[in-house]
């Protein structure tokens, strides 16, 4: 059980580490991926939307 506990800590201790290597990103960069993230979901949104009702004509059209 020893050894388990010293794998822990060293596992959080490395991950620590890791962590004050990563470079976080400004509140502009931030503001600015979040944008991109929001325009691209509502552009993908749109595009099955509009897709969804061309599907739903050509069926009407058939029935």
Do not use: Q
Not at 12 to 28: Q, Y
Not at 30 to 52: C, E, H, Q, R, S
Request: charged share 20%; net charge positive.
């Amino acid at each position: 059980m020893k050894n388990g506990f010293k794998s822990l800590f060293s596992f959080f201790t490395e991950s620590w580490t890791e962590l004050k290597k990563v470079r976080w990103p400004s509140r502009k960069e931030l503001t600015n991926y979040t944008m991109i993230v929001l325009g691209t979901i509502i552009v993908v949104a749109l595009y099955f939307w509009v897709l969804d009702i061309g599907i739903s004509a050509v069926i009407e059209a058939i029935i």
